[in-house]
T-cell receptor, first 112, second 118 residues
Framework: AAGVIQSPRHLIKEKRETATLKCYPI?????VYWYQQGPGQDPQFLIS???????DKGSIPDRFSAQQFSDYHSELNMSSLELGDSALYFC???????????FGPGTRLTVL | AQKVTQAQTEISVVEKEDVTLDCVYE???????LFWYKQPPSGELVFLIR??????QNEISGRYSWNFQKSTSSFNFTITASQVVDSAVYFC???????????????FGTGTLLAVQP
C-alpha cells in the first residue's frame, strides 16, 4: 500500500538560509499534519491542513509557513534558519480530518 | 486540556523478559483515540495500534498486547518475550474528537526508551 512520501530525506543548511520540505499524502487523503521532533524530544504538532485550507496551528514559529496544494501535497517553508531548527520533520495524512495513523519517513534537517 | 504521561523514561531488560510500558492520559472528551508508536534508532515512526474510547477490549498482536482501562485513564503496552529488535523509543499518543473545523492532531507523551540486552 502507498505510504506518505517526504522529500528530501536529509537536508543540510547554513544559519539564515531557507529550506522547503515536501509531503505527499496517501492517495485520497485530504488532511495533512506536520510535526517537528528535536533530538531526544517527542514530536510536536506544527500545523495541519484540510482540503487545502489551514485547519490547526501548533507551536510553529512565524519564520515557518506551509500550504497544501490542489493535488493535496503540502510544503513546509522555513526561513532564517536557526541552529535550533535542526530536527526531524514528520508529515502524516488522513481522510476527512481524522487522526493520522501513518507518518512519512521524516526529513532530517541539520542547520550548521 | 489533553495530556499524555509516560512516566518511565528508560527501561532496560534482558532478552526474553516481558516488559510493560505505561501510558496515562488526560482528556475532557468522551470520544478520543489512543495510539502507540515505535521509533527505532533509524528514526521513523512506526504505527503499532489505534484504539477509540468506546472500545475497551484488550488487544493482542503476536508478542504485543495492550490493556486499555478507562477507569484509570491508562493504555499500557506489554511486550512478551522481548527481543533485541524491540529496542526503540515507544510513544503513546492521544487524539481528541473533532471540534468545529479542527483536525484530529495527535498529542504525544515524552516516550519510553526500551533497551533489550542480549
Amino acid at each position: 500500500a502507498a505510504g506518505v512520501i517526504q522529500s528530501p530525506r536529509h537536508l543540510i543548511k547554513e544559519k539564515r538560509e531557507t529550506a522547503t520540505l515536501k509531503c505527499y499524502p496517501i492517495p485520497r487523503h485530504d488532511t495533512v499534519y506536520w510535526y517537528q521532533q528535536g533530538p531526544g524530544q517527542d514530536p510536536q504538532f506544527l500545523i495541519s491542513f484540510y482540503e487545502k485550507m489551514q485547519s490547526d496551528k501548533g507551536s510553529i514559529p512565524d519564520r515557518f509557513s506551509a500550504q497544501q496544494f490542489s493535488d493535496y501535497h503540502s510544503e513546509l517553508n522555513m526561513s532564517s534558519l536557526e541552529l535550533g531548527d535542526s530536527a526531524l520533520y514528520f508529515c502524516a495524512s488522513s481522510e476527512d480530518r481524522g487522526p493520522p495513523s501513518s507518518f512519512g519517513p521524516g526529513t532530517r534537517l541539520t542547520v550548521l | 486540556a489533553q495530556k499524555v504521561t509516560q512516566a518511565q523514561t528508560e527501561i532496560s531488560v534482558v532478552e526474553k523478559e516481558d516488559v510493560t510500558l505505561d501510558c496515562v492520559y488526560e482528556t475532557r472528551d468522551t470520544t478520543y483515540y489512543l495510539f502507540w508508536y515505535k521509533q527505532p534508532p533509524s528514526g521513523e515512526l512506526v504505527f503499532l495500534i489505534r484504539r477509540n474510547s468506546f472500545d475497551e477490549q484488550n488487544e493482542i498482536s503476536g508478542r504485543y498486547s495492550w490493556n486499555f482501562q478507562k477507569s484509570t485513564s491508562s493504555f499500557n503496552f506489554t511486550i512478551t518475550a522481548s527481543q533485541v529488535v524491540d529496542s526503540a523509543v515507544y510513544f503513546c499518543a492521544l487524539s481528541e474528537a473533532l471540534r468545529g473545523g479542527a483536525t484530529n492532531k495527535l498529542i504525544f507523551g515524552t516516550g519510553t526508551l526500551l533497551a533489550v540486552q542480549p
